[in-house]
């Protein structure tokens, strides 16, 4: 069993930045695939960003030039660094562990709100 504790996020002004973090506890975790997916008021989940165990990284069109993913295996955990944020970057971000570069894993956090406003 994996456990994950999402923080980070909050409310900033459009061309601000936020780096969001995500702690994972229980089963070793450097071996997974690891990433972040957001979900905005009456739409699907989508994927942000995902990093394998190898360290290469995927982005979603959307985020790619703003949105930095990295990890950190020794702490058991992932980094979003959001720089640039959009009104429509605004959501309810989720860690994901698991899976692969490509494909979501079947540990979730409970979600961290980001608002981008002015």
């Known amino acids: 069993q994996v456990q994950l504790v999402e923080s980070g996020g909050g409310l900033v002004q459009p061309g601000g930045s936020l780096r969001l973090s995500c702690a994972a506890s229980g089963r070793i975790v450097s071996g997974n695939a690891m990433g972040w997916y957001r979900q905005a008021p009456g739409k699907q989940r989508e994927v942000v960003a995902r990093?394998?165990?190898?360290?290469?990284?995927d982005y979603t069109n959307s985020v790619k030039g703003r949105f930095t993913i990295s990890r950190d295996n020794a702490k058991n955990s992932v980094y979003l660094q959001m720089n640039s944020l959009k009104p429509e970057d605004t959501a309810v971000y989720y860690c994901?562990?698991?899976?692969?570069?490509?494909?979501?894993?079947?540990?979730w956090g409970q979600g961290t709100q980001v608002t981008v406003s002015s």
């Open positions: 994901n562990v698991g899976g692969a570069l490509y494909r979501a894993g079947e540990y």
């Open positions: 990093i394998n165990s190898a360290g290469k990284m």
